[in-house]
């Protein structure tokens, strides 16, 4: 079992950063990928970030290239999400999730980021 927990969401304005952490505690060393998806009001969740524990690989969707960046400190079993250049359409519930590539286990509770024009 893993258990997530996200922190470091806020409201923040347009062009603004914020970073969020997501602590993992438990059986981490099975769960090789970390990610990031989120939830705006009446969407579907969608994919943002993932890293792998091995390597450091990672992978991004298109709208957050360039203004976001993921990254993990294994010593800490905590992930990050620095983002950059926030933008209204950012605003959503961002959540941590922990498992294989493409095929995420277990997920924090999230952490609401509110971008205002």
């Known amino acids: 079992q893993v258990q997530l927990v996200e922190s470091g969401g806020g409201l923040v304005q347009a062009g603004g950063s914020l970073r969020l952490s997501c602590a993992a505690s438990?059986?981490?060393?099975?769960?090789?990928?970390m990610g990031w998806f989120r939830q705006a009001p009446g969407k579907e969740r969608e994919f943002v970030a993932r890293?792998?524990?091995?390597?450091?690989?990672?992978n991004y969707k298109d709208s957050v290239k360039g203004r976001f960046t993921i990254s993990i400190d294994n010593a800490k079993n905590t992930v990050y999400l620095q983002m950059n250049s926030l933008k209204p359409e950012d605003t959503a519930v961002y959540y941590c999730?922990?498992?294989?590539?493409?095929?995420?286990?277990?997920w924090g509770q999230g952490t609401q980021v509110t971008v205002s024009s």
């Open positions: 999730a922990a498992g294989a590539v493409g095929s995420y286990v277990y």
């Open positions: 438990g059986r981490t060393f099975n769960n090789n990928a």
């Open positions: 890293i792998t524990r091995t390597g450091g690989s990672t």
